[in-house]
Structures are given as C-alpha cells and as structure tokens.
C-alpha cells in the first residue's frame, strides 16, 4: 500500500477516469476548491479554527458542483506536513455501509437474501442464534453485545473471529431491538466471502470501488504513498500512529476491523460513491431504495439505522443519510442530504475537533445558511517583544497566583489556585449533579494512592487484564511521587466533559506539590483516565484576540470561553459568568 501513487499523465485521462460532473475535482489535483458563498464562508470558518486545534479536509458539493475541496492544518506534525484534500484517511465506521451495499449486490446476483438465516452460510451457529438473518446483521438487531471487549488491533482471523461472537451470548432476541455491534457487520463480511468464493476486499474492490472508479479506496489492494495517509494525534498533542497495517494480518486487517471498519479513502472517491448511488450504478434503483431506507430505531429514535446508513429528517424536513466513524484520533463523516442535492464529506486527525462534531454541528449550518453556526474567535498576530511585556507573576485577591508565560503564538496561563483550575475549566461543583460519578471516583483514587489497583480495573471492565492496568497505573503513580514527593490526600474539584461524558476532576496533593486526575465515565463503565502531573492547573494556551487581550476557545465548549485581559499591571480572567483579577 506504500507504493508510487497512481499518476495521471494528463488532465485529459482525469477527466475522463473521474466523469464530466465532476469537472471540477479535475482542477483540484492542482489546487483547492473554494467556491460560491457556501465555500467561502465555509473555508473563512474552518480556517479560524484551525489555531483552536482543527485539522483535516472537507468536501462540500450542492447539485453536483464541489463549492469546497480543502485540507486544514497538518497531516503529520512532526514532518511538517500539510492535510490535503488529496489524502487517503482511514473513514472507521463508514465502512459498514461498503459492507451492506456487498451484501445487496450479491442479492441482486441471486447468491443470498438478506432473510436468509446466518445459519445458511456460518458453520455451526448455536440454537439461540439460528434466528438471526442477514438483514439482522445489517440492521444491528442480531441481538449481540455491543462490544465484545476485542481491540482493532489483534490479528484475529476470519473463522476464530465467527466462532468467537458465534460462542458470546446474546443480550436479547433476534430482531427484538437495535444494539451497535461491530462484530456483527465482521460477520456480515464472512458470508461475503464464503458466498461470492473471494476475499472481502477483493469482493468490493471488483463490483463496488472500481465500477466507481474509486481507486484510492481499500485496505491494502489500493496503492497510496505513505505521506497521504494522515497521523492521528491524542488530545495532549501525542502522536498516535496510523490505522494501517497496526497489528493487522499479512493481508487485511484483523477481524475485529475487517467489514465494520477500517478503510481507507479520499475525499473524491467518497464522493464518487454517493454519484454511483445516486445514478444506480452499482446497486439497481430497487438495491438502492432499500440500501438507503431506515428499518429500526436507534439514536434514541432520532434516526432509523439500515444496512450501515442513518437515515434520519433534518431540521428542514429532508432526508438526510449519514454515517461517522473514528477510533478516537482518525475521524470521517459521510452526510448526504438527498433530497437537497448536498454531500458532505469531512475528515480529521485529531479529538480535539472531530470531524463527527464537526459536521453535523456546524458544516450542515454552513452549507444551508439555516442556523448560525459556532462563533470562533477571530485572531490577530502579536509581536514576541509586545507578548514578552505581559509574562511574569501576578497574586490573586483570594491568595494564590497565576504565572503568564509566553507561547509560540500567544500566552500560557498557570496557577496554583484550585478554584481557578475549576472556574477556568468549567466545572460543576462537587456534589451537584454529577454527584454520583463522584462517589464511583473516590474509593478509586484512595486505593490507587495506596498502590491497590483493583478498583480501577473493576471500573474500566474492559478486555485489557488486570496485569495490564495494573502496570499502567503503577507507572503513573511512581512517577507522581517522583515528581511531586510522597501522597497526602486529594479533593474533588468537580466534574468536567469529556467527548460528551462526564470527567471527574481530583486534585491529588503531594509533599511537594499536586497533581490532577481526571476520571471519565460512560453509561456503563469508566471509559477514560488522564493523569496531569504538572500541577493542580496545568498551563492553559490563550491565542490573541488582541495585544492585551487573549482567549482560550475549546471547540467541544465553545461557551466556556476563557478570556484574559492584561492591563495596567492586572490580569482580568473570564471565564463565564466567574471574572478574577490579580495584580502583577
């Protein structure tokens, strides 16, 4: 896949491989697309966003014209190298909808029926699951778990995967209601293979992606130079890594990704998809109509969820047909408002603003002017020596004191004052409502402080063994000791969100100094722990609205705006309806 990309030698042979509609996408091999109003309002607000942490492309088309075909901010930070429109992201989940338009053309070429029970195809499927159908497991109502505990990255094969889910129990009846289950699209992709006698990619690649001249899509059999694949990055800034070929087999990744997630595509080949479908290219209009058509709940009925697609009534009364997909640092959204003519195809790189939030948030209002969208401070550039002039130290009236550094582009502010980190930070107060994830949090930080690491393993219950989360924590807390001396006690400060769950915050104080741990609960279980050993606040970056004048915008809260005036010898902080002041 680390190949020389595919060349064209003329613009005449793009034209021709990519169809007259797409007249424009034959430019943008050269050069983005910024075009019409919708464009240009678009590019004006991804643009602002992009010192606030956003990167990634967006495509936008209306009426077969692309108004917006461009990348934001950086693919590989550490190479320093541009997101492009051209590049080839992994799009996670919306694989599942490749995986349910396979089935529909194997449908259409009279070698199954989506009623036909799973029991046809998979070898020794148990008595409480020879009920479930193929359009079970297009639907996820086949009555799995929804997560089985395995990770993107084990190398699990085909058949140990089949026997695997096939071995789980089901947590209700077939049909009986609608359960998110990624093993259940894997399964969907077993009898892909067993039936049409190939393998799944190569399945699709030969009656989906290249009758679409989709050339750039694909787990392996597609050819990309690694510089267009992306490099996702944790929230902190860290490196993550790629999605492709992690942990995977020799030829196709394990099958715990394999048919639920995974691909990769371009922009243009996903746009080159929804023409297909539109113009019954690949599916007849009847394999379309029922490719695209809602047949249960799910989103707590805000949408009906079919064979890999959400089709849901915008706002506008239309029809709107979507799916997302990440795995926490890669991201792409797929939304096609058929009834407006509007595509929008978004992805990103990073958590800190996903494209998944991105679109529906905020590129659906762009594109249809009907609501405005999120207001992105606008930003100006400051001199070093003009930014140098504020830093140094200044005591709050309350006691405690906040440090104002210099950053690359603008300040940092630090501070030792608990109740700023809470006012900073939006927090609500402990004891409010998120009481009860804070009672869950404190028998976990008492007994981690006393090196017992029993009751966060229990929180996490996630598939990782204890030995695992053991060693983990062990290291966190070696090194919180190490740098901050040894532990004596710990408060809550409040809760927080965190990806839209509730993060509770503690401040773990040491003998010299503190730290704070954030704790992030699910429905279901603690989904996420943060350790910030640099202190009880650890340093905000405020970009410049002004000379005197800086702001910290986080996309997930745009209205916990932080804003700090610096004048006269005083820093005035905002951040809500809490304004503090302290004296140089």
């Known amino acids: 896949m680390r190949l020389l990309p595919r060349v064209f030698a ?3 042979i793009f034209w021709a491989v990519l169809g007259a509609p797409l007249s424009p996408a034959v430019r943008a091999q050269a050069r983005e697309i910024v075009s019409g109003e919708i464009g240009r309002r678009t590019d004006d607000f991804l643009r602002r966003l992009v010192p606030f942490g956003f990167s990634g492309a ?8 692309i108004l917006l075909r461009k990348g934001y901010g950086l693919a590989d930070r550490e190479e320093k190298i541009a997101y492009t429109a051209d590049m080839v992201s992994c799009i996670g989940s919306v694989t599942k909808q490749f995986t349910g338009a396979a089935i529909l053309k194997l449908e259409m070429m009279g070698k199954l029926h989506t009623d036909d029970p799973i029991s046809k195809y998979l070898p020794d499927v148990p008595p409480d699951k020879a009920g479930i159908t193929i359009h079970h497991l297009m639907t996820h109502t086949a009555g799995f778990r929804g997560d089985m505990g395995g990770s993107d990255e084990e190398p699990i094969s085909r058949d140990e995967l089949v026997a695997r889910v096939l071995a789980a129990p089901l947590v209700s009846k077939p049909g009986e209601r609608f359960e998110y289950s990624n093993e259940g699209f894997s399964l969907g992709g077993a009898i892909i293979e067993r039936v049409s006698g190939q393998k799944y990619e190569a399945f699709l690649r030969e009656h989906l992606f290249l009758p679409a001249d989709m050339s750039e899509t694909g787990y392996v059999m597609a050819t990309w130079p690694v510089s267009k694949l992306p490099v996702g990055y944790r929230a902190d800034g860290g490196r993550w890594g790629r ?8 030829d196709e990744p394990g099958w715990f990704l394999t048919a639920n997630g995974g691909i990769h595509a371009s922009l243009d080949d996903l746009y080159r998809w929804h023409l297909a479908l539109e113009r019954s290219k690949i599916l007849s209009p009847e394999a379309v109509r029922k490719f695209q058509q809602g047949f249960t709940p799910a989103m707590g009925g805000q949408e009906q969820y079919g ?3 959400g089709v849901s009534t915008t706002r506008r009364g239309t029809r709107a047909i979507t799916h997302n997909g990440g795995n926490g640092f890669i991201f792409t959204d797929f939304r096609r408002y058929v009834d407006e003519g509007v595509v929008i195809i978004a992805m990103s790189n990073q958590p800190v603003i996903p494209a998944t939030m991105l679109a529906p948030r905020d590129l659906e209002s762009l594109a249809f002017g009907d609501r405005a969208p999120t207001i ?3 930003l100006v550039e400051v001199p070093r020596a003009v930014r140098e002039a504020h830093a140094g130290t200044y005591r709050l009236a309350p ?3 906040v440090t104002i550094g210099v950053h690359e582009q603008g300040l940092t502010l630090s501070s030792d004052s608990p109740s700023l980190y809470a006012a900073l930070n939006n927090l609500t107060p402990a004891g409010g409502r998120f009481a009860d994830a804070e009672t869950k ?6 007994a981690s402080a006393q090196g017992d690491f029993k009751a966060i393993f229990d929180a996490f219950n996630d598939a990782r063994p204890f030995d695992v989360v053991r060693g983990n924590q062990t290291k966190i807390w070696q090194q919180l000791r190490a740098d901050h001396g040894e532990y004596s006690g710990y408060e809550i400060l409040g809760t927080g969100v965190a990806n839209g769950d509730p993060a509770v915050v503690a401040l773990v104080k040491f003998a010299r100094g503190s730290a704070i741990l954030r704790y992030v609960w699910g429905p279901r279980r603690l989904v996420g722990f943060i350790s910030d050993r640099g202190g009880s ?10 000379a005197d004048r800086y702001v910290r915008f986080d996309y997930r809260q745009p209205g916990n705006i932080v804003r700090v005036e610096l004048r006269n010898g005083q820093a005035t902080m905002t951040a809500g309806k809490t304004v503090l002041t302290a004296t140089r």
Do not use: C
């Open 399 to 401: 006691g405690g004191q």
């Open 537 to 546: 606040a650890a340093p905000l970056v405020l970009l410049p609205e002004a």
């Open 307 to 309: 064979y890999g697609w």
């Open 376 to 378: 992105v401070p606008a």
């Open 243 to 250: 999605v492709y070929r992690n942990g995977w087999l020799a």
């Open 10 to 12: 003329s613009a005449f």
């Open 441 to 446: 949090t404190r028998p976990i930080v008492e």
């Open 58 to 65: 967006v495509l936008i088309a209306k009426d077969g014209e």
